[in-house]
T-cell receptor, first 117, second 111 residues
Framework: EVQLVESGGGLVQPGGSLRLSCVASGFTLGDFPMHWVRQAPGKGLEWVSGINWNSVNIHYAESVKGRFTISRDNAKNTLYLQVNSLRPEDTAHYYCARKVGRAFDFRGQGTMVNVSS | QSALTQPASVSGSPGQSITISCTGVRSDAGDYKYVSWYQHNPGKAPKLIIYDVSHRPSGVSPRFSGSKSGNTASLTISGLQAEDEADYYC???????????FGGGTKLTVL
């Protein structure tokens, strides 16, 4: 069964950092581009960042560029998102997803990041 | 990134059909004109229900169908069931991921 398990979220003060992880099972992570998508409370889905299979092509939303860093370790079947200089507006559920063609396949329940003093 | 616009809410009774629109989809050549649809219950994983405008992933009910005309994509759910109550999002993403955008979401209420 294909599964993605996100972790690493929590309560952090503005300006703080976290490292989110997404562990894949049931498929080979290295076969897919991977992405992070978030949902702020009461808001819709917002694409955050994506990385291709060999980490050569990386893209970020303007709202997180320069503060967030996406990376992957295919040997460990794990995707990461380093989130720095956090702001209250970064408060959201963060989901990882594998990219299948031109669509996203979400398989995890996400991890919650709460930025508050 | 160009925006995709959805109605904030739609509703229907069990057994009826409803359609959710998604405007602002590009209609030029290449990847930009392809739309996917996701069903989401907050706190759970969003579920891909339509990709490339009208294709259903394996295991998705045939009650869900997608179409596109000009700059507007549509998701139709026929034979509404209580379990269909959820938020629905359209999305557009090129294969290279240089362009990724989601619509604002539509809350479906089954009366």
């Amino acid at each position: 069964e294909v599964q993605l398990v996100e972790s690493g979220g929590g309560l952090v003060q503005p300006g703080g950092s976290l490292r989110l992880s997404c562990v894949a099972s049931g498929f080979t992570l290295g076969d897919f581009p991977m992405h992070w998508v978030r949902q702020a409370p009461g808001k819709g889905l917002e694409w955050v960042s994506g990385i291709n299979w060999n980490s050569v092509n990386i893209h970020y939303a303007e709202s997180v560029k320069g503060r967030f860093t996406i990376s992957r370790d295919n040997a460990k079947n794990t995707l990461y998102l380093q989130v720095n200089s956090l702001r209250p507006e970064d408060t959201a559920h963060y989901y990882c997803a594998r990219k299948v063609g031109r669509a996203f396949d979400f398989r995890g329940q996400g991890t919650m990041v709460n930025v508050s003093s | 990134q160009s925006a995709l616009t959805q109605p904030a809410s739609v509703s229907g009774s069990p057994g009826q059909s409803i359609t959710i629109s998604c405007t602002g989809v590009r209609s030029d050549a290449g990847d930009y004109k392809y739309v996917s649809w996701y069903q989401h219950n907050p706190g759970k994983a969003p579920k891909l229900i339509i990709y490339d405008v009208s294709h259903r992933p394996s295991g998705v009910s045939p009650r869900f169908s997608g179409s596109k005309s000009g700059n507007t994509a549509s998701l139709t759910i026929s034979g509404l069931q209580a379990e269909d109550e959820a938020d629905y999002y359209c999305g557009s993403a090129t294969t290279s991921s240089t362009h990724v955008v989601f619509g604002g979401g539509t809350k479906l209420t089954v009366l």
